[in-house]
T-cell receptor, first 112, second 111 residues
């Protein structure tokens, strides 16, 4: 399995609080992605990164920001969490654009 | 906007049966298509990736085909086993680095 870890694996938070999820890889892959998975919607891309400090928006980026200061770490921040952001968040990596994506184990986030 | 549909949403078969999972997409201008497996509470595991110029890919008991012009892909699983029970997702990549996922087919293989 690709060396991808996500932290925390589970989190419960309250509406209005900031939340940061971390994705860490040991594969030195250039591309990193954040998805959310919800019933009835499948997986949807939030943001992705194509290099250190290089990021772009995905399909559902409103309310989320990302940062990538090192190749191995990609952070997803919910500036002010809302109940609609309750979801399972997956990080993925790929060696190149259009290459196979490898997924992390996911983070379950509950916003009360 | 690309839309990906997987039919059926759920499938239950006896062990040993050969089966086909279907994936259709609305925009045929794709770069590639991937099939993934997801076990309950877990992340996704990549099974097969088919480039737009390819017709099929094989890995062990799995065979994925792609008909780009008709917007269809199938995943064939031979001699199914209880360990194959999982949700199978297909995803297509169009322009840019974005994957569009279907909602998956939940497969149960009964011993």
């Amino acid at each position: 399995d690709a060396g991808i870890t996500q932290s925390p694996r589970h989190k419960v938070t309250e509406t209005g609080t900031p939340v940061t999820l971390r994705c860490h890889q040991t594969e030195n892959h250039r591309y990193m992605y954040w998805y959310r998975q919800d019933p009835g919607h499948g997986l949807r891309l939030i943001h992705y990164s194509y290099g250190v400090k290089d990021t772009d928006k995905g399909e559902v980026s409103d309310g989320y920001s990302v940062s990538r200061s090192k190749t191995e770490d990609f952070l997803l921040t919910l500036e002010s969490a809302t109940s609609s952001q309750t979801s399972v968040y997956f990080c993925a990596i790929s060696d190149g654009d259009g290459e196979t994506q490898y997924f992390g184990p996911g983070t379950r986030l509950l916003v009360l | 906007k690309q839309e990906v549909t997987q039919i059926p949403a759920a499938l239950s078969v006896p062990e040993g049966e050969n089966l086909v999972l279907n994936c259709s997409f609305t925009d045929s201008a794709i770069y590639n298509l991937q099939w993934f497996r997801q076990d309950p509470g877990k992340g996704l595991t990549s099974l097969l990736l088919i480039q737009s110029s390819q017709r099929e890919q094989t890995s062990g008991r799995l065979n994925a085909s792609l008909d780009k012009s008709s917007g269809r892909s199938t995943l064939y699983i031979a001699a199914s086993q209880p360990g194959d029970s999982a949700t199978y997702l297909c995803a297509v990549r169009g322009s840019g680095s974005r994957l569009t996922f279907g909602e998956g087919t939940q497969l149960t293989v009964n011993p």
